[in-house]
């Protein structure tokens, strides 16, 4: 259940999951595949593509997208399916999961979690997908609205929401509004870019440092080898003009 604490501004608004229920009436998982819009895919291919290539350096540790969280082993039909999330411990059979059921050994939440609300039905995003997180022991979930496209019944849209899980169990919202702003999940600042239609994350609250994508990764290194190379041959053409002058001051030399 949703409850609100009123505080000074809107911004600051806070909102808390009660743990209870477990599950619920229309918490079922559908077995369809619902379109996605093509900002929602560029939003959602570009957390999914950071996450995956900063989880290389993370210790056990696994992205998935669109796998299915169950947790109420009674009715294994309920469950949420992040847009992205990051497991750790990663199950050891993860590869081939068609879903996490938490109630198996080796199966936990994910740490953290990323949806990208969708313009068709924001809602969902917005009410039940903090209940259902909640629910489910996710420990930190991001919702990323890009074209505000959510309802203001919950005092939004916000273009970055950030839920985090204390250590006495509940699901609380602790940030609502444009970005940045850091998560401890990730250690590192969610930061909205390009007006706000994409989702960056960066070592600092500024984006000055953002954490690269492989292919970012890729082209940065062919950039320094690039530098590498110029810099090797300037420094050639360099001593190789000294030698030049020198050979010229010493033949002119030979000759007075």
Request: proline share 7%; charged share 30%.
């Amino acid at each position: 259940m949703l409850r609100f604490e009123s505080m000074n501004t809107a911004r600051h608004l806070k909102l808390v999951v009660d743990r209870r229920p477990q599950s619920r009436r229309g918490w079922e998982l559908s077995e369809e595949t619902m379109p996605q819009s093509v900002p929602h895919n560029n939003a959602l291919g570009l957390i999914e593509e950071i996450l995956s290539f900063r989880a290389r350096s993370w210790l056990n540790t696994q992205i998935a997208r669109d796998l299915a969280i169950r947790w109420d082993e009674n009715n294994p039909k309920v469950g949420v399916d992040p847009d992205v999330c990051v497991l750790r411990p990663a199950p050891k059979d993860g590869m081939n999961l068609s879903s996490i059921r938490t109630w198996i050994p080796g199966h936990e939440a994910p740490i953290f979690a990323a949806e990208v609300v969708s313009n068709t039905n924001p809602r969902k995003d917005y009410e039940m997908a903090p209940e259902k997180y909640a629910a489910s022991g996710t420990g930190e979930l991001c919702i990323f609205d890009p074209m505000l496209a959510g309802p203001k019944s919950h005092g939004g849209p916000y273009r970055l929401q950030l839920w985090r899980r204390g250590e006495n169990g509940e699901f609380r919202r602790i940030y609502a509004g444009s970005g940045p702003v850091y998560s401890p999940a990730l250690n590192g600042y969610l930061v909205p870019v390009e007006g706000g239609r994409k989702l960056r994350i960066a070592d600092d609250e500024a984006g000055l440092h953002l954490w690269p994508t492989a292919e970012e990764a890729a082209r940065a290194e062919k950039e320094v080898e690039r530098k590498a190379k110029e810099e090797e041959r300037a420094a050639k053409e360099e001593a190789l003009a000294r030698i030049a002058l020198l050979e010229a001051a010493l033949h002119k030399a030979t000759k007075e």
